[in-house]
């Protein structure tokens, strides 16, 4: 889907609020890369992608902008944290296996998009396994009249399996039972001798039979279905294409790795480590993957951190250079809080109504009853730590704890939430600083 910035940013006003200079800064850089599609091949492989830093506080809204546009758009998205990775020669994850975990994303994206263009040939696939089941074939030789009786039979059984009057039969079907995923976060080298392994041993998938309900046995033939009408090298070849073309890896977290001048020692081994292991990623290099080679030169890479005690330039400047644009995304006022419950599509108290609307409770905010829940929030946030919107499901759940714990006696009833109950559930707990420190 190529829309235009604007478009593009009004999508995420719809679920956002604020942070106008994120949205545009995103939304520019993934428009860049549709324009870049549309240049020749030697233009393409020069035009490189301007990485961003994002700067600000936790529950702002830094990693939602970036999922809600891989969502819309289609695009392979991973979320990585940087702290969790360790210099190569520690034991812990490898930078390199975040593109490894973007591959995978892409894949599935592709499959699914392929199971849904293909649905109606799986489906077939998967009747027409369980109806074998259901009415067992006639053995060959079995006169005309068998045959056409059977097939009367057969359309019968059809029409009830696709009613779901049958499933609660339970049937034996054979599921192929392979070596499971290779490699994980392992290095390439290890999944080469793992594969290798499979090559000496065979690489025949072995059938296990289990006895499960029709229902259960349509999600357990899908992957079968789906290996066998599907072509997966074109499904690999696409995935691997969009991965290196559309690709976005979130690193959130990067202020963790950091080295603040105030350090006593700069020179931290496993941070400056991560940032140099980091770097040949960023600036383009060839990773390994079991579905083959990928190259990192146009993944788009966004980076996040609240930068509380360190700041980005505390980052190794060859690093810097590699997330040339900076965006510093605002905290959450009490106005912006009281917008965030009311206005987004799907909004947090949209949420808790349609949660409580399935007990046949009818939920009711007043005006004044969210501006108080929106000042309490605000003032958490400024007497202990700020967490941004994030403390709105603290205080929201608060008030409506006992409301929601019996709603089973509320049936056909609607609960009117006004600014009383809301004063009354956190008033006390506000008050006390040290309790609203445990409890907010």
Request: net charge negative.
């Amino acid at each position: 889907m190529a829309l235009t910035p604007k478009e593009t940013v009004a999508y995420l006003d719809e679920y956002i609020i604020g942070q106008k200079d994120a949205k545009k800064a995103i939304a520019v850089a993934l428009r860049n890369r549709h324009r870049r599609m549309q240049l020749d091949e030697a233009m393409q492989e020069e035009i490189m992608p301007k990485n961003i830093i994002m700067i600000g506080t936790t529950g702002v809204g830094k990693t939602e902008i970036a999922r809600r546009l891989a969502k819309m758009m289609n695009l392979p998205f991973v979320k990585v944290e940087a702290s969790k990775y360790t210099e190569v020669g520690f034991v812990g994850r490898d930078v390199e296996s975040m593109v490894r975990d973007l591959v995978l994303a892409s894949i599935n994206l592709v499959k699914a998009e392929q199971q849904e263009k293909n649905k109606m040939l799986i489906d077939e696939y998967i009747e027409k396994k369980i109806i074998e089941k259901l009415l067992p074939p006639l053995p060959n030789g079995a006169s005309e009249q068998k045959q056409a009786d059977y097939e009367k039979s057969y359309a019968r059984m059809r029409e009830k399996l696709r009613n779901g009057e049958v499933d609660h039969l339970v049937i034996e079907i054979e599921i192929a039972q392979g070596f499971g995923e290779l490699g994980g976060d392992m290095p390439p080298e290890m999944i080469k001798v793992q594969e290798s392994f499979i090559k000496i041993l065979g690489n025949k998938a072995e059938s296990v039979k289990k006895e499960v309900s029709v229902e259960d046995a349509r999600k357990a033939l899908r992957g079968e279905a789906s290996e066998k009408l599907l072509d997966m090298e074109a499904v690999k070849s696409e995935a691997l294409k969009r991965a290196e073309n559309s690709g976005i890896i979130f690193i959130d977290e990067i202020d963790k790795i950091a080295v603040s001048a105030k350090s006593q020692s700069r020179q931290d081994p496993s941070k400056e480590g991560v940032q140099r292991d980091l770097l040949p990623i960023v600036e383009g290099s060839d990773v390994s993957t079991k579905w083959g080679v990928v190259k990192t030169n146009h993944i788009l890479f966004i980076a996040a951190g609240a930068f509380a005690m360190a700041k980005p330039s505390d980052l190794i400047p060859e690093l810097q250079g590699r997330f040339p644009l900076r965006v510093e995304l605002s905290s959450l006022d009490e106005e912006t809080l009281y917008l965030i419950m009311t206005q987004p599509k799907n909004s947090l108290l949209k949420q808790y109504e349609a949660l409580l609307s399935t007990e046949g409770v009818t939920l009711v905010f007043e005006d004044d009853a969210i501006r108080a829940i929106a000042k309490i929030s605000q003032l958490a946030n400024d007497k202990t730590e700020d967490i941004g919107a994030r403390r709105l499901h603290t205080v929201i759940e608060r008030v409506l704890e006992e409301i929601s714990f019996c709603a089973d006696e509320h049936e056909g009833e609607t609960i009117m939430i006004d600014k009383a109950l809301v004063h009354e559930k956190l008033d006390e707990v506000v008050g006390d600083e040290d309790l609203s420190r445990y409890i907010l």
